[in-house]
């Protein structure tokens, strides 16, 4: 499995990716003998040997005073239990796997100490391969980077070796490597630095270099957003670039954490990871295709840093044609909101919004939490009007502002999003499409926890 790191990197993949893998380890064996363990070809060539209870690390990387390479087992370690976790094992059932890791500055050393098989063996990587236990990866310049490929590549070790997913469909095997591998790093009272899940981070400082966020917003902005049929029907080779990354990702994200596909996801999971997994899953009892599509695209419509699957589950029911006037309220600590009254594409429509709402700032999100202290106390809780407060922006507009939408499924190849049609205390505005209106208070769906109160719109 090459793994090109989460920038730019390719991972082609093939089915009898077992067999490949035996090949490599025929490789190995063949040059250096059965006598020798890693660890004693290793250390006899002078490399560094660094070991934890799940990884044995070797690197020409000379020690260096706070880089973090010292801590990688450790942090392996940590991660091992979340990996256990999610993919429902027993973790002291599984006290004795252990992966190998090469972390290489240059390849030759390895080569030369019979860790690393010749040219051609391997398929070329410019940053990390896997092949069932043993995984190869070239050194970063950033610490957190670095970290990050060591934990994508050892999810991958752990998938091929504990749940047998040498065949698992690249959308999955991509996907579920960047999930896991997802984290931020936290210090006890000594100063030690300790792995914390966050498959969605909160906050950009947490995947320094990843970039996957942001590329997902490029495509949303260029009305480009994957389709969830798209990522599962990606190819090996698409992994060649950051947007299959990173849709994997989000496929994986959404699937694992949304509440009406949780269930069915985790179900298949804890089945075969093989080349029927997406069709079993898809088949699965109260699976809806057009569902889960349309979940997945309000998901990259609206993704950012802390996003809430449990605020921002979406509503889809047709709702009632708008007759005369209803009275509609619209909490703040929710993401989009049915209406439950629709109306027809051309048909006018107006609005009235009332009462007060309190947006919190820096509470909800990790990311805001660093900065609150450079925010007076009087100022983190603040009071809006369904106008907004234009103290803090978010996608251009004011926090706390009241917008007016409808879900627009396009048919001319963009992506199918929330089209806003109104905003602020009063207006007017045409319907997009036939379906419901949707409304919801303005602000980063990682911070929607923060707020409190609700908004009452009359709509006629």
Same mark, same amino acid.
């Given at each position: 499995? @090459?793994?090109?790191?989460?920038?730019?990197?390719?991972?082609?993949?093939?089915?009898?990716?077992?067999?490949?893998?035996?090949?490599?380890?025929?490789?190995?064996?063949?040059?250096?003998?059965?006598?020798?363990?890693?660890?004693?070809?290793?250390?006899?060539?002078?490399?560094?040997?660094?070991?934890?209870?799940?990884?044995?690390?070797?690197?020409?990387?000379? /020690?260096?005073?706070?880089?973090?390479?010292?801590?990688?087992?450790?942090?392996?370690?940590?991660?091992?239990?979340?990996?256990?976790?999610?993919?429902?094992?027993?973790?002291?059932?599984?006290?004795?796997?252990?992966?190998?890791?090469?972390?290489?500055?240059?390849?030759?050393?390895?080569?030369?100490?019979?860790?690393?098989?010749?040219?051609?063996?391997?398929?070329?990587?410019? @940053?990390?391969?896997?092949?069932?236990?043993?995984?190869?990866?070239?050194?970063?310049?950033?610490?957190?980077?670095?970290?990050?490929?060591?934990?994508?590549?050892?999810?991958?070790?752990?998938?091929?070796?504990?749940?047998?997913?040498?065949?698992?469909?690249?959308?999955?095997?991509?996907?579920?490597?960047?999930?896991?591998?997802?984290?931020?790093?936290?210090?006890? /009272?000594?100063?030690?630095?300790? &792995?914390?899940?966050?498959?969605?981070?909160?906050?950009?400082?947490?995947?320094?270099?990843?970039?996957?966020?942001?590329?997902?917003?490029?495509?949303?902005?260029?009305?480009?957003?994957?389709?969830?049929?798209?990522?599962?029907?990606?190819?090996?080779?698409?992994?060649?670039?950051?947007?299959?990354?990173?849709?994997?990702?989000?496929?994986?994200?959404?699937?694992? @954490?949304?509440?009406?596909?949780?269930?069915?996801?985790?179900?298949?999971?804890?089945?075969?990871?093989?080349?029927?997994?997406?069709?079993?899953?898809?088949?699965?009892?109260?699976?809806?295709?057009?569902?889960?599509?349309?979940?997945?695209?309000?998901?990259?419509?609206?993704?950012?840093?802390?996003?809430? &699957?449990?605020?921002?589950?979406?509503?889809?029911?047709?709702?009632?044609?708008?007759?005369?006037?209803?009275?509609?309220?619209?909490?703040?600590?929710?993401?989009?909101?049915?209406?439950?009254?629709?109306?027809?594409?051309?048909?006018?429509?107006?609005?009235?919004?009332?009462?007060?709402?309190?947006?919190?700032?820096?509470?909800?999100?990790?990311?805001?939490?660093?900065?609150?202290?450079?925010?007076? /106390?009087?100022?983190?809780?603040?009071?809006?009007?369904?106008?907004?407060?234009?103290?803090?922006?978010?996608?251009?507009?004011?926090?706390?502002?009241?917008?007016?939408?409808?879900?627009?499924?396009?048919?001319?190849?963009?992506?199918?999003?929330?089209?806003?049609?109104?905003?602020?205390?009063?207006?007017?505005?045409?319907?997009?499409?036939?379906?419901?209106?949707?409304?919801?208070? @303005?602000?980063? /769906?990682?911070?929607?926890?923060?707020?409190?109160?609700?908004?009452?719109?009359?709509?006629?």
């Amino acid at each position: 499995m @090459n793994c090109e790191g989460m920038r730019l990197r390719q991972s082609p993949r093939s089915a009898p990716l077992i067999v490949f893998a035996t090949a490599i380890v025929l490789a190995l064996a063949a040059r250096v003998g059965l006598t020798e363990s890693p660890v004693d070809l290793a250390r006899r060539a002078g490399l560094r040997v660094l070991e934890g209870r799940h990884l044995t690390l070797v690197t020409d990387r000379p /020690p260096r005073t706070d880089d973090g390479v010292e801590d990688l087992p450790r942090l392996f370690d940590e991660a091992f239990a979340a990996w256990c976790q999610h993919a429902g094992l027993d973790p002291a059932a599984h006290a004795e796997w252990r992966a190998l890791g090469c972390l290489m500055m240059d390849r030759e050393p390895f080569r030369i100490a019979g860790l690393l098989p010749a040219d051609g063996v391997l398929p070329d990587f410019a @940053n990390g391969f896997c092949a069932a236990g043993r995984f190869w990866m070239m050194d970063q310049s950033s610490p957190d980077y670095r970290r990050h490929l060591l934990l994508h590549e050892g999810v991958h070790a752990f998938m091929l070796t504990l749940r047998s997913a040498a065949a698992a469909p690249p959308w999955y095997a991509e996907g579920i490597a960047e999930y896991l591998a997802t984290h931020r790093l936290e210090k006890d /009272p000594a100063g030690r630095v300790h &792995f914390i899940a966050t498959p969605i981070p909160a906050c950009p400082s947490d995947v320094e270099q990843l970039g996957r966020i942001e590329q997902l917003h490029a495509l949303r902005d260029s009305e480009h957003a994957p389709l969830l049929a798209d990522v599962f029907a990606l190819p090996s080779q698409a992994h060649a670039t950051l947007d299959a990354y990173a849709a994997s990702w989000a496929a994986v994200a959404l699937l694992a @954490n949304h509440p009406a596909h949780r269930a069915a996801f985790t179900a298949a999971e804890r089945g075969p990871l093989d080349g029927g997994f997406t069709a079993r899953l898809t088949a699965a009892p109260g699976w809806d295709a057009d569902l889960a599509g349309r979940d997945f695209a309000a998901f990259l419509a609206d993704l950012d840093y802390g996003f809430d &699957f449990s605020r921002s589950a979406i509503d889809w029911a047709p709702g009632k044609p708008l007759a005369g006037r209803v009275e509609i309220p619209v909490a703040a600590d929710r993401g989009w909101q049915n209406s439950g009254r629709s109306l027809v594409k051309g048909q006018r429509s107006s609005f009235t919004a009332n009462n007060r709402i309190t947006v919190g700032v820096g509470q909800a999100s990790a990311c805001r939490a660093e900065r609150k202290d450079a925010i007076p /106390p009087s100022a983190r809780i603040l009071e809006s009007t369904p106008d907004g407060i234009t103290l803090r922006w978010y996608r251009g507009r004011p926090i706390g502002r009241l917008l007016v939408a409808q879900w627009i499924d396009r048919d001319d190849g963009t992506s199918p999003t929330f089209r806003v049609l109104a905003e602020g205390a009063s207006g007017t505005f045409t319907a997009a499409a036939d379906g419901p209106v949707y409304l919801k208070v @303005n602000d980063a /769906p990682g911070d929607l926890a923060d707020n409190t109160g609700e908004f009452r719109v009359v709509l006629e």
